[in-house]
């Protein structure tokens, strides 16, 4: 259980264009999802929180116009890389949670963008 | 501040030795602790968490993390270490309390080694 899905896995496109990552929970519903972005051997980078239907809360220095994020049902929510420069390359990880309580979450195999 | 240490960056040890990748964190209130672990080129995944009662926590692989309220640290634990064990190692830990959109604090990351 408990299974989370990300696609792409590895996108690569040219720089100005825009890149939709999805993040699916498969076999649980999702009442929020956070999506992440990890350099190389460094830690998690928490860019944003989306709850069902409501708007995502953007963590301090993330620009909300460049990544775009939807939560548009309990099961699905996507991040747009609006406008891709290669600065933006990196990887980028989402999560779901269902546990009210304690919120454990549980993270999507992540989706390598590199921008050229 | 709110934050999470794991205080070194590397750890390695031989296979069938205990191992230990510390976790020490300074927060205010009563928090959630968190272990994952992070395979070469996977997603993350839960290994075991504490919310509250028995401070010795026991998760998936064999591994467990004892609570030590007194000194603020959260030590992931296992007593023989496999070679499959070695990946990257984060703590994190989650206020408990209203209105935190329920975020995790992050460690930096332990990377773990098992030699054969």
């Known amino acids: 259980g408990a299974v989370v899905s990300q696609h792409p896995s590895r996108v690569i496109c040219k720089s100005g264009t825009s890149v939709k990552i999805e993040c699916r929970s498969l076999d649980f519903q999702a009442t929020t999802m956070f999506w992440y972005r990890q350099f190389p051997k460094k830690s998690l980078m928490l860019m944003a929180t989306s709850n069902e239907g409501s708007k995502a809360t953007y963590e301090q220095g993330v620009e909300k116009d460049k990544f775009l994020i939807n939560h548009a049902s309990l099961t699905l929510s996507t991040l747009t890389v609006t406008s891709a420069h290669p600065e933006d390359s990196s990887f980028y990880i989402c999560?779901?949670?269902?546990?009210?309580?304690?919120?454990?979450?549980?993270f999507g195999p992540g989706t390598r963008l590199t921008v050229l | 501040a709110q934050s999470v240490a794991q205080p070194e960056d590397q750890v390695n040890v031989a296979e069938g030795n205990p191992l230990t990748v510390k976790c020490t964190y300074s927060v205010s209130g009563n928090p959630y602790l968190f272990w994952y672990v992070q395979y070469p080129n996977r997603g993350l995944q839960f290994l075991l968490k504490y919310i509250t009662g028995d401070n010795l926590v026991k998760g998936s692989y064999g591994f467990e993390a004892e609570f030590n309220k007194s000194q603020t640290s959260f030590h992931l634990k296992k007593p023989s270490a496999l070679v499959s064990d070695s990946a990257l190692y984060f703590c994190a830990v989650r206020l408990n309390n209203a209105g935190n959109n329920r975020k995790l604090i992050w460690g930096l990351g332990t990377s773990l080694a098992v030699n054969p």
């Open positions: 999560s779901a949670s269902a546990d009210r309580v304690s919120d454990t979450q549980y």
